[in-house]
């Protein structure tokens, strides 16, 4: 049997890092698109030039022309730019729009049987744009925004309890922005949900409520940082974590950003939810009930998300 294809549309922090894991998990053959003639070339050959000493067996591309990923299983873009201290995610939304119009037209006339993950920011109006302007069915179209906030809740979680990140579990629900929904009733430490290891002991609320904001500000914190971009190791993971339960058919649980009708009280928008993903793409939104504050904080959330797919709309009167 074929060997699946993996097209990466932006070849830059991100989808180079995606390429290396892909090839190195086998997830199969991996195509890089850029704009930016020589960069996707570039990583390809870098990245097969490892395969040697890693010992892996998969073909890597670069390409600046979209045939290239004609037939691909599965399409992660990561095209646009990324931010810069100071910036939040919504000040990419003019630019990055233009973008998806395009990746969105490639994939529709190249890939249109692919499953895909978007990672451009501002994400939930990013992936929203992508899913129209190519068209496919939304359950094929999906952003990658929860795996990350989760992975980064778990993280601080293991550093507070001093416990292996494997028995940490989190959901960070809501948009990908300051809103962001962490809920802490959800989120368990060996099946054990923090209120309750509150109340053991383990930690204080005022430790917890720091936590949270902190996991809100998870991405500000690496441009802080960095300055000169964003994250690109622990978004590829994400993404490459729900690459890997589509391709498998692993009909993993994951929050990602996903076209909700019907469950949690919404009628058609993009937003961080449960899910499930397998071979038919999501597979299932999870309906779970939220209490009366949580229930706010998701609602705030849903609005700034509103918010950003009315600006794609002022922008681009083709969308509306
Ligand atoms: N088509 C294809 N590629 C494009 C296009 C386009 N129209 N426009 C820009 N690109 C490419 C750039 O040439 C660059 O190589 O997208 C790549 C983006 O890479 P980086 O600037 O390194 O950004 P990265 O850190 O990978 O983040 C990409 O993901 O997390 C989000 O906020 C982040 O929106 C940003 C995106």
């Known amino acids: 049997m074929a060997r699946p294809k993996i097209a990466l ?18 997830l199969g053959d991996v195509v ?4 930016a003639d020589g960069v996707p070339q570039g990583k390809a050959l870098d990245i097969a030039e490892s395969g040697p000493s890693e010992g892996f067996d998969a073909a890597l591309k670069g390409t600046t022309d979209y045939a290239d990923i004609a ?8 095209a646009g730019v990324p931010r810069k201290p100071g910036m939040s995610r919504d000040d ?6 233009k973008v998806m119009k395009s990746v969105g037209e490639g994939i529709r006339d190249n890939a249109p049987n692919a499953f895909v993950i978007c990672i ?8 929203w744009a992508l899913q129209q302007y190519s068209g496919l069915p939304p359950e094929k179209v999906v952003g990658m925004a929860g795996v990350l906030d989760s992975a980064r809740f778990r993280h601080f979680l293991s550093l507070e309890f001093n416990v292996s990140m494997k028995d940490v579990s989190a959901f960070v629900l809501g948009g990908h922005g300051d809103t962001m929904v962490p809920l802490t009733r959800y989120s368990t430490v060996g099946g054990i949900p923090l209120p309750d290891l509150v109340q053991m002991g383990w930690t204080t609320q005022d430790k917890l409520d720091a936590i949270v904001q902190r996991t809100r500000d998870g991405g500000a914190e690496i441009v802080g940082l960095l300055k000169t971009g964003s994250a690109f190791y622990a978004p590829a993971t994400s993404a490459i974590e729900m690459a890997e339960a589509y391709l498998k058919d692993q009909k993993r649980l994951l929050p990602c950003a996903a076209w909700v009708d019907g ?17 038919g793409g999501i597979e299932r939104v999870v ?9 706010e904080m998701f609602d705030k959330s849903v609005d700034a998300v509103r918010g950003l797919v009315e600006a794609c709309k002022a922008i681009d009167d083709s969308l509306a």
């Open 9 to 26: 549309i932006g070849a830059g922090q991100i989808g180079g890092t995606l390429a290396h894991l892909a090839a190195i998990k086998e």
């Open 263 to 279: 469950a949690l009280g919404l009628k058609g928008l993009y937003v961080g939810v449960p899910t499930v993903i397998g071979a």
């Open 92 to 97: 990419l939304l003019g630019i990055n729009l």
């Open 71 to 78: 037939g691909a299983d599965v399409c992660i873009v990561t």
């Open 120 to 127: 451009t920011n501002p994400l939930d109006a990013m992936v």
């Open 32 to 35: 890089l698109f850029d704009i």
């Open 287 to 295: 309906d779970i009930k939220l209490d009366k504050p949580e229930q």
